[in-house]
């Protein structure tokens, strides 16, 4: 039987990446998103069409309801999780200053990338728990996409930095507390990638990347990400739990 993956805002961008790739290397897909589920039907058939089985669980992953609506969906469906993908987030609906943002800003962006993240984590590693104890071959991992901006301080975000350097620690955290379960938990950690997300702020990183911003002069892609976690959801590092693994180009390497 096939491995299930669960990718949370997996229906565009960089998640959509990420369930393609899934899909591609065998894995049954549960992707999630905010939208309706009619919105969503072309994307579903696009990945059934990929000879796997695929379901959306329509939820906001801030809300802690819709965080278990979700997870039910997949026990109901597949009867199983083998992989949780914690791709979805946002940016703050405007870029500001630090000595200016808002409160509500930065409430809106620590509810959906690091506390959604975080408890949803929390609800898919006991079922996975579970699921180990009661068949002892049973693989489980959990996958999170943070940023650069984990350590790449952006002041003009720093809700969002602040949210990413979060899921770092929680990666580390839940690495630790999984260990005895032999459940990895590992960190991706994308540069600028081409997404909806990324393109108000085109200009600007054209410009960078130009002007050498990145090694590998170019932006990267949804499916640069996606190909790195499906390697690692096939289990092709089996002793690297709790680690980072860049997704940028080579952005971060120092330089002087
Ligand atoms: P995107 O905006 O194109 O897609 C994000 C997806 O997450 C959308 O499908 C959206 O509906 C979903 N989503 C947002 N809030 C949600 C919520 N509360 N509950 C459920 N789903 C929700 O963004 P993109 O670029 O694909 O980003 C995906 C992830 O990668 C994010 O966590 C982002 O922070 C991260 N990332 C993006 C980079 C980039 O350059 N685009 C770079 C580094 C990290």
Redesign the pocket.
Known sequence: MKKVALV??????????IVKSLASTGFDIAF????PVESVQDILESIKKMGVDAIYCQ????LSK?RKRILQQVKKHYKKLNILVN?????PKERADILTASEKSFDDVI???LK?NYFLTQEAANWMIEQKQKDTNFSGSIIN?????ATVASVNRGD?CIS?AGISMATQLFAVRLGEFDIPVFEV??????????SGVKEKYDSLIENGLCLQNRW?T?DD?GKVVSAIAMGEFPYSTGQVFMVDGGLTVPRL
């Open positions: 949370t805002g997996g229906s565009r961008g960089i998640g959509y990446g999630n998103g905010v939208r939820g906001n992953i801030a819709d791709n979805a987030g946002i940016a509810s959906t990338n959604g996409i943070s940023s650069i901006s969002y990413k950690r994308p540069g600028i990638i081409s997404t909806d997300m990324t990267g949804p990400v």
